[in-house]
């Protein structure tokens, strides 16, 4: 072998240059790319994740659109002190069904990953409309139009047709949702069926009747459901310490 | 060196390079200021005045994309026009793409802002507002790339200039990733750093090896945002390796920079764009020195979900970008307008003020990240965590302030940059002017 190589025909070769730069590029892109493909076949195998209900996922919306995850991440490390602080762990499998997670990458506030159910659903209210009520050193925005604004309803269809599009197992048919049945038990898959969106939702505002103001359907009520049920899927007592450690 | 005239030269477009400066600054104001605000709100929440539109979460993207996007973007797309033409000694191929470039970009950094200010979060929500923005920002990126490339095969030399290896690296590699990243790639260190020092590159050699790893290892230390989390270990672990791989390329740049500066020193005392220069690579060199050392497990399983993530990404892209394209600005808006800078004496306060402003605000950050960290892992004697949550809030405060102060320092510089710019700019014209009347007048007499 005697090529004898000069970079300067690179140098004079703005197609040549182009090439090589985008394959340089592309192999750690590449490899940056697949753990993401990757992650589907390394989710544990685990009982209780389901999709959210309509109006948890249009909480969840209203967690996005007011940029909650700017400040609170939803990803517990496998830390002495963050499962005394947070509980458990965070696994992949717990966020399946989240386009896209909202795992963060900042704790100005605390993690949220397992917040459902720590606080009542008053004390949420109470938090969101004046923080420093609650929690003098806080410093969290107050979020007072929450309460007063009524939540749309009037695309909840097409919103969890979007989410069905990506993967998420909301059904449009009888058969979907009689898949639905066997993988997720009647009440949750009557729950995910997406011609019945709109009633259940309301079914759901009333009877948990999260904001306590049973006039009508606030942003509120779809906020406070969805934080009531981070975290609460998976039964951790059904499982020992260690039942996860190979999935790493 | 001598002062060479460009105006009405038809030989480049130097009209795109001076609107994108122009924008570059105007974005610089508005995203630093809204930085300053929000960085305020942490300190002092009343300011945001429970409404919706000002309220963090909202404002926080305004300000990553108005500085990102409209400073940063901005500056590059100047820079970049400007250094092709220059190296290439060629007009840029077509004026049209060129102004599409410029007012396809402003307009979607407006229409993100304001998407994000009515909630509409970055693509997330699944709004048809979403596809204008990204159909656009394609468009503008693909009519960028024809139009840098098209420029070089029109170069007059047969070599083509190191500074837009870099340029084209980083327009292949944002096409790949549809997003900006963290992708600060080290450009005005080849075109615009020797030509403000007057010297050429140090090492040739050093560039070429400098810009193959840095395109290679770049893409593959994205998983280190991503330590002790869902994600399979063996990809945090390969990201880890990579980061501190990655140091080597980037001191290479660094060292390839100052050398270059080396010899020129005197250049310090008596032209201050230079000082922006040399800090900004010193930045560089601490910033690619910290983030891989954040990318080792053991240090990120401290630092992350702190605020010495937030510190790192500011020393970063104050210290080193924003401080490059400042320094790039004040070499170039001269020349473009043919003039001398209006105020050497403003551009001296500017440069105290932006360093002391980032210095104040990595300290604040490094304290407060590293108390945060060690706060939320202490124990007490009997095993139970010594402090509540909004214990490590309530110890922020003090440091909230002083990093609000610090950005108040560095938007103050650089609103002391616009006017300068400003003025300098009316200068020019009115140079320019005098001028032609004077020639006008001559020809009238003759």
Redesign the interface.
Known sequence: MNINFK??WI??N?GL??VL??L??????L??I??LF??DK?IEKVEGVRPYTPLEQRGR?IF?????Y??H?Q?I???R??K??YGHY???A??QYDH?FQ?G???????LARVGGKYSNEWHVQHMVA??SM?P?????????LLSTPLDLSDMA??MK??RKVGVPYSMTQAEYDANVTQFGETVARQLHIPDAQKNLIEQANFGNYDGDRSGISEMDALVAYLQVLGTMVDFSKYSDDAFVGD? | MAVTSYSGAEQYNFDIVKKFSVMALVWAVVGMFVGVYIAS???W?FL?F?S?YF????F??VHTSAVIFGFGGSALFATSYYVVQRTCQTRLISDGMASLTFWGWQTVIVLAALSYVM???QG???AEMEWPIDILVEIVWVSYLILF?GT??RRKQ???YVAN?FY??FI??TA??HTFNNLAMPIDLFSIVPKQAGRPIYSYRLS?VHF?AL?????????H??H??????W?SS??AA?SILLLMPSWGGMINGIMTLSGAWDKLRTDPVMRFMIVALSFYGMSTFEGPMMSLKEVN?LS???DW??GHVHSGALGWVAMISFGSLYHMMPKLWDTKIYSRKLVEWHFWLATIGIVLYIVAMWISGIT?GLM????DEFG??QYS???S??A??PF?AMRAIGGMFFLTGAAMMAFNMFMTIRQGKRESAALEAKLAAKMAHA
């Open positions: 970079h300067e140098e004079t703005i240059m182009a730069t985008m340089a590029i592309s192999v750690g892109g490899v940056e697949a753990p990757f992650i390394t919306d996005q659109r007011e940029g909650c700017l400040c991440s990803m490390r496998p830390f002190d963050e005394l602080r965070s696994l992949a717990e966020s896209p795992w990458s900042k704790r100005t506030g605390p993690d923080p420093r929690v050193e806080s410093v969290m925005p107050n979020y007072p139009w097409a919103r979007a989410l790493r | 709100e942490l300190a929440p945001n429970d919706p309220s963090f979460g909202r926080r993207p909630g509409y979060s997330r929500e699944y490339v070089i095969l047969p070599h083509i290896w084209l690296a292949l590699a790949l990733l070429i193959w395109g290679f290892m770049y893409m593959w230390v994205g998983a945002h991503l002790w989390t869902a994600l399979p270990d990809t390969l990201a990579f399983a992350h979900y702190t993530t937030v945060q939320w892992r202490a124990f139970n965590l949550f909004v214990e809030v309530a922020m405060m909230y």
